[in-house]
């Protein structure tokens, strides 16, 4: 008869023993722990220092800062789990391998699932904004592209419905060439770069890492001298007077939108920091992945928290927080006549940018065919995205698929919807990490590998709960009358604010009675948190797009599972 239980979990021993900690998986292990650091900076610093970052000041002000110091601690709290998990289990996959071995199986599709949006989904935000940033860049050597040909159809259509002010993208809806009935708006930048990013990743990982590694030189430069010469100029022309600017009342303020303006930001904060988890699934092609994978993900976290609170310090002291709105060059924008004045520092960061969204562009879908490799091994895709190249030893199916994946939706969709789509997925995603660790038995030290130090959070979480409780109500009287207020205007925007706040509970509860471990369990918690930014048509979307992998996984992957074998 066979196994029926949709939670049935993956064995540890069974999961390595496919890849990279014994059997060759026929993927080139080259990479180390400078090159494993290098593609974190690669996928963290890029699109979201030089994109969401504009659109995150203007909705948070200057004390956007704040939240990206929670995010930095949730992602922190999350790279141990990651490294806990790439240590136990140094194979392709990442989140979805580590769920299928605490969770089981249908958290594993459900997160697999959702990683598609991150990897896969995210690289469309990624592309679009490569394409801004370069046609800026050739409209800067007087090469002009028309605005029909570098701009995508909805952001086109919804300007003109919406009597927008930007003159880019009314022009390409009223110049567009017609066939028929149809205005032809492609953005053919954006597809090319996608289309030579997958050939190169196609290429070899040995190409790509050479590649990476030369591109986060050149930006990691660019951005330590936007932070020099940025800072210095707000400081030598005294324009610090921007990081407490005066809110509608008048008042001045660090967080001139308050505390709800600097939440409303953290799709576009999020955002910036998703990448890191990307080095997990490169698990097979590093030379000692117990070692250097939580070396790698947790010492590009670091170095990108820093250069992130450089930057929104250096932004929001240049210019006035109001002026971000819409700009999607906000480190070049500061150096523009109007505003700092420096040419060279423009002209110079709009190729930084370009460079910056190459590699950003690379990791990711370096990324996706890999957990799809994980997932066909497994059973519930097709065995031919576990083909692996015979001359190249990449997944070359899977890479081509992906790039289809990115590619085909450029035709139809925008930037702003697929930066929320990503952002709650991913977050998503490590919500089931930090759970799964809690779920795992602990091991004894090893050496040479890393070990998530156990932290017995009895007593010190609920007492921390309390705490945050109290001062809370203390120094905001108000916040809990708000957050609980479920009358029609504010249901749908309070209700998870309220579940989040259920879970405290119920996780404060769980750790006095499981004496649970503190660090996976703060991940948890203050991811959840961040989830609570998310705007209740964001839940919408997620929950029709788990409900479509779920059809799939119902339709195939369950019968296909190599775990649906019949019982002894």
Same mark, same amino acid.
């Given at each position: 008869? /066979?196994?029926?239980?949709?939670?049935?979990?993956?064995?540890?021993?069974?999961?390595?023993?496919?890849?990279?900690?014994?059997?060759?998986?026929?993927? !080139?292990?080259?990479?180390?722990?400078?090159?494993?650091?290098?593609?974190?900076?690669?996928?963290?610093?890029?699109?979201?220092?030089?994109?969401?970052?504009?659109?995150?000041?203007?909705?948070?002000?200057?004390?956007?800062?704040?939240?990206?110091?929670?995010? /930095?601690?949730?992602?922190?709290?999350?790279?141990?789990?990651?490294?806990?998990?790439?240590?136990?289990?140094?194979?392709?996959?990442?989140?979805?391998?580590?769920?299928?071995?605490?969770?089981?199986?249908?958290?594993?599709?459900?997160?697999?699932?959702?990683?598609?949006?991150?990897?896969?989904?995210?690289?469309?935000?990624?592309?679009?904004?490569? $394409?801004?940033?370069?046609?800026?860049?050739?409209?800067?050597? !007087?090469? @002009?592209?028309?605005?029909?040909?570098?701009?995508?159809?909805?952001? /086109?259509? !919804?300007?003109?419905?919406? @009597?927008?002010?930007?003159?880019?993208?009314?022009?390409?809806?009223?110049?567009?060439?017609?066939?028929?009935?149809?205005?032809?708006?492609?953005?053919?930048?954006?597809?090319?770069?996608?289309?030579?990013?997958?050939?190169?990743?196609?290429?070899?990982?040995?190409?790509?890492?050479?590649?990476?590694?030369?591109?986060?030189?050149?930006?990691?430069?660019?951005?330590?001298?936007?932070?020099?010469?940025?800072?210095?100029?707000?400081?030598?022309?005294?324009?610090?007077?921007?990081?407490?600017?005066?809110?509608?009342?008048?008042?001045? $303020?660090?967080?001139?939108?308050?505390?709800?303006?600097?939440?409303?930001?953290?799709?576009?904060?999020?955002?910036?920091?998703?990448?890191?988890?990307?080095?997990?699934?490169?698990?097979?092609?590093?030379?000692?992945?117990?070692?250097?994978?939580?070396?790698?993900?947790?010492?590009?976290?670091?170095?990108?928290?820093?250069?992130?609170?450089?930057?929104?310090?250096?932004?929001?002291?240049?210019?006035?927080?109001?002026?971000?709105?819409?700009?999607?060059?906000?480190?070049?924008?500061?150096?523009?006549?109007?505003?700092?004045?420096?040419?060279?520092?423009?002209?110079?960061?709009?190729?930084?940018?370009?460079?910056?969204?190459?590699?950003?562009?690379?990791?990711?879908?370096?990324?996706?065919?890999?957990?799809?490799?994980?997932?066909?091994?497994?059973?519930?895709?097709?065995?031919?995205?576990?083909?692996?190249?015979?001359?190249?030893?990449?997944?070359?199916?899977?890479?081509?698929?992906?790039?289809?994946?990115?590619?085909?939706?450029?035709?139809?969709?925008?930037?702003?919807?697929?930066?929320?789509?990503?952002?709650?997925?991913?977050?998503?995603?490590?919500?089931?990490?930090?759970?799964?660790?809690?779920?795992?038995?602990?091991?004894?030290?090893?050496?040479?590998?890393? @070990?998530?130090?156990?932290?017995?959070?009895?007593?010190?979480?609920?007492?921390?709960?309390?705490?945050?409780?109290?001062?809370?109500?203390?120094?905001?009287?108000?916040?809990?009358?708000?957050?609980?207020?479920?009358?029609?205007?504010?249901?749908?925007?309070?209700?998870?604010?309220?579940?989040?706040?259920?879970?405290?509970?119920?996780?404060?509860?769980?750790?006095?009675?499981?004496?649970?471990?503190?660090?996976?369990?703060?991940?948890?918690?203050?991811?959840?948190?961040?989830?609570?930014?998310?705007?209740?048509?964001?839940?919408?979307?997620?929950?029709?797009?788990?409900?479509?992998?779920?059809?799939?996984?119902?339709?195939?992957?369950?019968?296909?599972?190599?775990?649906?074998?019949?019982?002894?």
């Amino acid at each position: 008869m /066979a196994k029926t239980n949709l939670f049935r979990t993956k064995p540890i021993s069974t999961i390595v023993k496919q890849g990279g900690d014994g059997e060759h998986s026929g993927l !080139n292990k080259v990479l180390t722990v400078k090159d494993l650091t290098f593609f974190g900076i690669a996928a963290i610093l890029g699109a979201g220092s030089f994109t969401s970052l504009g659109e995150a000041i203007f909705k948070g002000g200057p004390g956007v800062v704040i939240l990206f110091v929670i995010t /930095a601690v949730a992602c922190a709290f999350t790279a141990f789990c990651y490294s806990e998990f790439a240590s136990r289990i140094p194979t392709a996959g990442s989140a979805y391998t580590y769920a299928y071995a605490s969770f089981g199986e249908l958290f594993a599709w459900i997160i697999g699932w959702a990683l598609i949006m991150e990897y896969s989904i995210g690289n469309i935000y990624v592309a679009f904004s490569w $394409s801004d940033y370069f046609t800026s860049f050739l409209g800067k050597c !007087n090469i @002009h592209v028309p605005a029909y040909y570098c701009t995508s159809y909805m952001e /086109a259509k !919804n300007a003109f419905i919406n @009597h927008s002010a930007n003159k880019e993208l009314l022009e390409a809806w009223n110049m567009a060439p017609m066939f028929g009935d149809l205005r032809i708006i492609i953005d053919f930048p954006a597809l090319i770069i996608n289309l030579l990013i997958t050939y190169l990743v196609y290429k070899g990982i040995k190409e790509s890492r050479n590649f990476s590694n030369l591109m986060v030189w050149l930006k990691m430069a660019v951005v330590a001298l936007i932070i020099i010469v940025g800072g210095y100029l707000v400081f030598s022309r005294g324009l610090t007077f921007n990081w407490t600017p005066a809110n509608d009342e008048g008042v001045k $303020s660090f967080m001139p939108n308050g505390f709800g303006g600097v939440m409303a930001a953290v799709s576009g904060v999020f955002f910036a920091y998703i990448g890191f988890d990307a080095v997990s699934v490169l698990a097979e092609e590093s030379k000692n992945p117990q070692k250097d994978l939580p070396r790698g993900m947790i010492l590009s976290l670091v170095i990108c928290t820093i250069v992130y609170i450089l930057l929104a310090l250096v932004l929001t002291g240049a210019v006035n927080f109001r002026n971000f709105e819409g700009i999607g060059d906000p480190l070049a924008f500061i150096f523009e006549p109007q505003n700092l004045n420096i040419g060279w520092m423009q002209f110079l960061v709009s190729i930084c940018a370009v460079i910056a969204m190459t590699s950003v562009l690379l990791v990711f879908q370096m990324g996706q065919p890999r957990i799809w490799l994980s997932m066909s091994r497994d059973g519930l895709l097709p065995k031919v995205f576990q083909t692996i190249h015979p001359k190249y030893k990449t997944p070359s199916f899977s890479t081509i698929i992906t790039g289809l994946v990115v590619g085909v939706p450029i035709l139809f969709t925008d930037k702003t919807f697929v930066l929320d789509f990503t952002s709650i997925a991913t977050l998503f995603a490590f919500v089931l990490v930090c759970g799964g660790v809690l779920l795992i038995p602990r091991r004894t030290k090893e050496t040479g590998k890393f @070990h998530l130090p156990y932290i017995n959070a009895q007593f010190i979480f609920p007492i921390m709960i309390l705490v945050t409780i109290v001062s809370v109500n203390y120094l905001v009287p108000t916040y809990f009358s708000n957050a609980f207020d479920l009358s029609a205007g504010k249901l749908a925007t309070n209700i998870p604010l309220l579940l989040f706040y259920i879970l405290c509970i119920v996780m404060s509860v769980l750790s006095f009675t499981k004496k649970l471990s503190l660090i996976p369990l703060l991940g948890l918690i203050s991811c959840c948190y961040l989830l609570t930014g998310m705007t209740i048509s964001n839940w919408l979307w997620f929950g029709m797009w788990l409900a479509l992998g779920l059809v799939f996984y119902f339709s195939f992957g369950y019968k296909n599972s190599v775990l649906n074998v019949p019982s002894e």
